[in-house]
């Protein structure tokens, strides 16, 4: 598969507040594109009809995920997949109401889009800021906004442009480079696969149209090659004696057999020898695919060490400034000792300092202040106890985030960008 290829792969998020609609939105998309089972299909029709529903209820489709979700069987994010004779998609889905940051944030580092959802009969909410805040921060390359339930604002073309001034007037202060709208009912159909009747005055794509185009082949960094080893692969049966290969994901840049290569924290230097993909000798790899490697020389390498060109090295620093998202009850204070997740690597380190907060209203900082709490974002200063290989979250959003864990409950609590 080269870069070409990959670019028939969109992954991505969805966003919104309480009822906007998620659920129904990629009900729909399965349903129109024909990505669903007959069985499931025909569950979803004989429930709505139960309930006297003179139409289909999509959101049906999704709810009975998350009544798996609920018993347990997934945690997190649950991810969704449907094609396209375009493309390929994986849907980062955001179960629960109050965890739609969360969600956003863990899914953030490989997604190429993020849909947002406004309900028309609202206009833009505090959750809206707060989702496209984090977008931004997050660097998701595209942003999609659908103002939903059109149906029930009577297609107007007003309330739509109106969302959308407003929408700009907040987006224009933030670093989104690529930001789309489009007025859907996610419910009744319009503009998600099919083209809407009701809304003649639009002259932009579906929503589905827009996913199959939108450019992603440059979304990933394929300049600054960037192997975390996630697992040392050795068997030990007679015929592969020899064998020791190195599995994890591509977080940046082109490797290919042949390569010269340098191990971090070693240092020690090699060359390539194969690269495999699901069983199977490649020619290339790149963001942000699994691979397994071998290299020409046996050296000592473990999980948590790096493979980079000699060339071009990633940041080796036990000091970072990160943006963090605080994502637990208990408020976040200077000096708190936690787990930093970077990478396939984990080490102690502590939270020294809070610089600033932003409220995700106005954008402004608040200074002097002393701990953060649930789903407030921040500046803030972080010491680990090991060296950390990293790049700026501006180059690298696989290499530049991090993620922290409470050592005692061992529970997510934040989540970063590194500046
Ligand atoms: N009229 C109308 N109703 C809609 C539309 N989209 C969703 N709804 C309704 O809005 C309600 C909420 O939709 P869901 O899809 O469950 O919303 P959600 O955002 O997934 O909700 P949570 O995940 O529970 O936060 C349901 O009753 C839907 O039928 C739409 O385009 N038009």
Redesign the pocket.
Known sequence: MSIQENNQLLRFTTA?S???????LIGRLLFDSKSIFEDQIEAVKTSSEKKGFDYV?L?LLTDGLKSEREQGITIDVAYRYFATPKRKFIIADTPG?TQYTRNMVTGASTANLAIILVDARKGLLEQTYRHSFIASLLKIPHVVVCV??M??VDYSEEVYNNIVSDYEAFSSKLDIKDVQFVPI????GDNVVERSENMPWFEGSTLLYHLEHVHIASDFNHIDCRFPVQMVIRPHTHEFQDFRGYAGRIDGGIFKPGDEVKVLPSGFSSKIKSIELNGEAIEEAYAPMSVTMTLEDEIDISRGDMIVRPNNQPKVEQDLEVMVCWMNQKALQSRTKVILKHTTKECQAMVKDIQYKVDVNTLHRIEDISEIGMNDIARVSIRTAQPVFFDSYRKNRMTGSIILIDPNTNETVGAGMII
């Open positions: 919104g309480v009822d906007d609609g998620k659920s129904t209820d959101s109401h939903n339930k149906d029930l009912s996610a419910l009744k």
